[in-house]
């Protein structure tokens, strides 16, 4: 069983920047030593959508919002996936999810049916 503990949200003005992390644990017993980590948002009343994900090799995948403001990264040895943010706008506000598949894919998928395992999420709140 792999948990996922998000961290990292907070209200900021439009503009700023915030660094999300994500803890995983339970993963490195498994025999499979490749996976996929990601982060997925959900604002009120929408659809979760991908911002974007990480092989564990390196590839990374990046969803039509976050290209050119954030940057996803992997530490291994902290076990800890995390999620720069820049230039943030209102319309990043929402609940932000890692989530965790074992097998690595490359590009790494974009999709949340292909993820296995999800954290409670941290929020994001971006005012104008």
């Known amino acids: 069983q792999v948990h996922l503990a998000e961290s990292g949200g907070d209200s900021v003005q439009t503009g700023g920047s915030l660094t999300l992390s994500c803890v995983a644990s339970g993963h490195t017993s498994s025999r499979y030593t490749n996976y996929c980590m990601g982060w997925f948002r959900q604002a009120p009343g929408k659809e979760r959508e991908a911002v974007a994900t990480?092989?564990?090799?390196?590839?990374?995948s990046y969803g039509d919002a976050a290209k050119g403001r954030f940057t996803i990264s992997l530490d291994k040895a902290k076990n800890t996936l995390y999620l720069q943010m820049n230039s943030l706008k209102p319309e990043d506000t929402a609940m932000y999810y890692c989530?965790?598949?074992?097998?690595?894919?490359?590009?790494?998928?974009?999709?949340?049916?292909?993820?296995?395992?999800w954290g409670q999420g941290t929020q994001v709140s971006v005012s104008s």
């Open positions: 989530a965790f598949r074992f097998g690595g894919w490359k590009p790494p998928p974009l999709t949340d049916d292909e993820y296995s395992y």
């Open positions: 990480l092989d564990s090799n390196g590839p990374t």
